[in-house]
């Protein structure tokens, strides 16, 4: 879930509600001079460009602050699950671009180019860093959020983004070639993305590896750090948060669509892992 920033920043544009993007959120914030604010932990990877302005930026981990001059092309991460305390203090108001990976996208490439989750590699967080890239392609990708672009512009410049952070800004090697068991994993987990919506079973999910249960359930746990049972309710809850955002279905219509057996068990999931209701959750998103 994103924050509100209140009287901290004026939002330009939220691509989920703007433009309909539901696989990666981008939003243009016109900021306040002077502010401080809490940010609760969050399901994404952000990426923060400053466009416009300068200011002093200061971050709290804890007891301890960090300080940054941002000014045009500053860019700032913040990784998923970290909550952070900021306050800055510049001469006028500052233009911002943030986009927000989800994690599971991270993950996701993660798995695909190095065999293992993102955790793994460490997952990128830094008040500032110098990477005209990472500017150019956040600062392009709102650009096309205001111009109206398709989805599928935003999709792709999110993955670019995704490699880009962990080949740049984590602790993963170069890509190499994938052994037997990853390329089935990676089966096994675009099957599991494929049809999050079904009643899968443990037998299911090893047949689309090719292996058998008990050799799957090692194989997969070593590659992604987590069973398959725990990697599909994190599918089923990730597509469910887009469904949220988008307001079409009712909390038991979506506990069906992303295969949950019951709404309670869809509730009991949703709130592990995100923190809150879906209702609340839709409730905050939708404004």
């Known amino acids: 879930m994103t924050f509100d920033p209140g009287s ?3 939002v330009r544009l939220c691509s989920r509600r703007d433009n309909g993007w539901s696989a990666v959120l981008v939003r243009l914030l016109d900021n306040a001079p002077e502010a401080e604010l809490d940010l609760p932990p969050a399901d994404e990877q952000t990426i923060v460009v400053v466009g416009a302005g300068t200011t002093t930026i200061e971050s709290r981990h804890g007891a301890r602050w960090r300080r940054a001059d941002y000014g045009p ?3 700032g991460l913040t990784a998923p699950g970290h909550p952070v305390r900021l306050r800055w203090r510049g001469a ?3 233009l911002t671009t943030h986009v927000h990976l989800p994690a599971a996208l991270v993950d996701r490439t993660a798995l695909e180019l190095w065999g293992r989750d993102a955790g793994r590699l460490g997952r990128p967080d830094a008040l500032a860093v110098e990477d005209p890239v990472l500017a150019s392609v956040a600062g392009a990708l709102g650009s096309a959020a205001l111009a109206g672009a398709d989805e599928l512009y935003a999709e792709s410049a999110a993955s670019f983004l995704a490699v880009h952070l962990l080949t740049r800004h984590a602790a993963a090697p170069p890509p190499r070639v994938p052994g037997r068991d990853e390329l089935r994993t990676r089966r096994a987990v675009q099957f599991i993305r494929d049809n999050h919506h079904r009643p899968l079973t443990l037998a299911d999910m090893a047949a689309a590896a090719d292996l058998s249960p008990f050799h799957f359930l090692r194989v997969f746990k070593t590659a992604t750090g ?4 725990r990697y599909l309710t994190r599918v089923r809850v990730e597509k469910a948060c887009r469904h949220l955002e988008r307001g079409d279905l009712s909390v038991t ?4 669509a992303c295969g949950f057996a019951t709404p309670s068990r869809f509730a009991s999931a949703f709130r592990a892992q995100i923190g809150q209701p879906p209702s609340a959750y839709r409730t905050a998103v939708r404004g």
């Open 8 to 10: 901290a920043a004026r």
């Open 73 to 75: 092309g500053s860019v």
């Open 92 to 94: 006028g108001r500052t």
């Open 226 to 229: 987590q069973t398959p049972y």
């Open 253 to 256: 219509e979506i506990a069906e």
